[in-house]
């Protein structure tokens, strides 16, 4: 099939990209840059800023499969400068891709990233697909982005709302920052350590978005998490014994992320305990659901 990537050369973009071609798709990368080009071999580049209207657009109607990755970061303090362009990306980013979709003389898929920040911080309660949306400000992101999404039902795409857990790889993303602190002996557990961690290789992420390219009968919200979510303590511990390092320091106080990070504090002392249901009823076999296999293999 032929797909286009916005996000491409991200994290998640990169090893998607990576994974489409290997399976021998045809891959288009939007880049706003042209110093991206011939970065991996066997992509075709489209350069353009997807939060504008461009001639891009008329590039995205070519395609079989458009796969929203952009947004700006969320990891980074909420000022409100910054939770401007949280939001703003991925709406803005989202309607002119629904915009393209809408001139495709086909019907598309539209695998539109989105994250499990939708359902807000939960405690103990187990969420799948059809759980309530939260209120807090990355929860009310997450349902804008979305309904934005969706809208390209109405030219007869099927959309595929991709809910993110925190993804764990080798060359980035949450495991690279851990790594340096664990390393030297200084992981411990943050806050209470209860809080539920919903994670995802980065390895089962590639083949979940690959399973959902394919699978024509699933739509909708779709958790993209390992089953078996740890908390914060057990995470903690299950790092440090693949690291070999001791994780037997206190637990950061709550108040003291707060300090340093304000409100984006909540995404490291709360939680959200979320199961893939959805992939779970339609017989997805993860390479790695349980967190020590993930770090042995990753470090």
């Known amino acids: 099939m032929k797909v286009f990537i916005t996000g491409g050369t991200g994290f998640l ?8 071609l290997a399976e021998g798709h045809s891959v288009t990368i939007l880049s706003r840059s042209s110093h991206h080009r011939n970065l991996m071999p066997g992509a075709a580049y489209c350069e353009g800023n997807p939060t504008k209207k461009g001639a891009w657009q008329n590039e995205v109607c070519k ?12 990891f980074r303090t ?26 495709a003389p086909k019907n598309i898929t539209l695998l539109s990233g989105s994250a499990v920040g939708y359902y807000g911080f939960r405690a103990d309660e187990e969420l799948d697909e059809n759980s309530s ?6 929860a009310e992101v997450v349902q804008a982005w979305e309904t934005e999404a969706k809208m390209a039902e109405q030219f007869g795409a099927r959309v595929v709302l991709c809910r993110i857990g925190v993804i764990l790889g080798r060359d980035g993303g949450a495991l690279s920052k851990m790594l340096s602190v664990f390393k030297w002996g200084l992981g411990s557990p943050l806050g209470s350590g209860s809080q539920w961690f919903s994670w995802i290789s980065l390895h089962d992420l590639v083949n979940i978005f690959i399973y959902l390219m394919a699978n024509k009968n699933i ?9 078996h979510a740890v908390t914060n303590r057990e995470m903690t511990k299950a790092l440090g014994k693949a690291l070999h390092r001791p994780t037997i320091l206190p637990p950061v106080p709550a108040f003291v992320i707060k300090g340093a990070l ?27 659901p349980e967190i020590r296999e993930a770090f042995a293999h990753l470090v």
Do not use: M
């Open 13 to 20: 973009g990169a090893a998607l990209s990576q994974g489409l």
């Open 63 to 74: 395609h079989d499969v458009v796969i929203n990755l952009a947004g700006a970061s969320i």
């Open 78 to 103: 909420w000022s409100e400068k910054n939770r401007e362009a949280i939001r703003s990306s991925r709406i803005l980013t989202t309607r002119n891709l629904v915009d393209a979709i809408g001139q």
């Open 133 to 138: 949306p939260g209120d807090d400000f990355l």
């Open 219 to 227: 739509s909708g919200p779709v958790n993209c998490t390992s089953p």
């Open 262 to 288: 304000g409100e984006f504090s909540d995404v490291f002392v709360k939680g959200q305990r979320v199961v893939p249901r959805k992939l779970l009823d339609e017989g997805f076999v993860f390479a790695y």
